[in-house]
């Protein structure tokens, strides 16, 4: 029974007495009567009064905590006909919620509130140079019975290592230590808390290796060590968290191959290993995952190839960042079969080929950059598809494409791409040139579509042809 439920049968009770006479069906209990236990509420005054300063007076302004007074960021429950604190959250949350001092304490009385589920600080140690504070290491096992709970976010000038007595609360679902000063090693003892469903401990100067065990939280949603100054390689235990929906690693120094047990991670929807410095290609095993909808690797020196991935088997997939990851070889046409695709990234890259007309077919997708790599021929969307997409199709900085110059009149062209003319009498010089034999192919290609069957343009004829059907195209007559 919370405190909301407290005033919703004081609410009751109002009505009843203002309708007299009319027998009342209001709660049992009635709350006035209950009180809060004592010692509780001075532990919760002194607690409070540790972070806000010393001129709030809880027993003056707040004589009730539990009850008609309520306190924000107080949450209150009853255990035995007594009103104990089970939520506390400090810092501006909301407008009147507690504010910090410039100078707060964790006084003892903090672990005396031994119902508490939920601890919260927000934005309440905020000067790192004046008036740094560290998390105390002492007592956290005193709340090891109910917490559930505890987060701190945004706090700068917390600072310091995470204590292992963090390892004692047995009962954590959800442990955030989110952009805070902490450092030191992650905490091998979070390791232990195997009832965590979200572990976020990013934004801090946490460095070194990640831990092993943390392979164990098998009842773990979320993991977020991103924002961090992490090394060495994953641990292959990480496979162990088949619950897994969400991994943020990104921002580290991590190394290493990505381990192939990631495909244990079959509920995963966000995968994000951006900024890191992984290496040895992708790993096979990434097509199994079938539940990714976000698939972020961007900026690593990952290497390799896309061929090796089935990609249509990812069929969730709606972010596929792979930018700057130094990949090879040609864009399969697989990749157009994700039909749910918005956002395709793999610029940066050393991507060569021509670029498959079916990657304009994703029903989906607002933004697909190529910039930066090393694809050729012409390009072969629709000038709809660059009026749809204006800069967010980025095809610029690949030397050897081009669009159709039938398409400059449109005036729905790729954005920084070269038309193909230059490109044409480029071909007419020098017809061995690489550019030449895809250009070839395609009017080929097109040739047969006209009802010449392949076999007869040969030789000489076929390289005629081809400088007719250039000539064609170049007169603005092609299809
Ligand atoms: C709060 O105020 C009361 C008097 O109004 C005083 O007796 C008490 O000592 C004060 N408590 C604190 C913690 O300052
Ligand atoms: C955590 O688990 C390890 C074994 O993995 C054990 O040795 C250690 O005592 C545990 N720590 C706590 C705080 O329970
Ligand atoms: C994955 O998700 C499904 C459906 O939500 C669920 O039934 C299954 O237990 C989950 N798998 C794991 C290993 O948690
Ligand atoms: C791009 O590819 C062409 C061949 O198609 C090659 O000659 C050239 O060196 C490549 N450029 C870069 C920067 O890799």
Redesign the pocket.
Known sequence: MMKTFNINSRVILVLCIMSLGIWCYGEEDYNDAVPMEEGEKTALYSAIQGFVGNWWNGSDLYPDPCGWTPVQGVSCDLFDGLWYVTALSIGPILDNYLDCAPIVEFRPQLFELKHLKSLTFFSCFVSPHEHPIIIPSKNWEKLAGNLETLEFRSNPGLIGKVPSSFGSLIRLQSLVLLENGLTGELPRNVGNLTKLKRLVLAANWFYGRIPDNFGGLNELLILDLSRNLLSGSLPLTLGGL??LLKLDLSNNQLVGSLPTVMCYM??LTLLDLRNNRFSGGLTKSLQEMYSLEEMALSNNPIGGDLQGLEWHSLQNLVVLDLSNMGLTGEIPESIAELKRLRFLGLRGNRLTGNLSPKLATLPCVSALYLDGNNLTGELKFSGWFYGKMGRRFGAWNNPNLCYPVGLMSTGHAPYGVKPCQQEVSLVEASTNSKLGDGNFNQNSRLMASLGFPSYVIDGFWRFYLVQVFMMVQLLNLSL
Do not use: D, H, L
Request: cysteine-free; hydrophobic content about 0%; overall charge positive.
């Open positions: 088949n619950s079959k509920n």
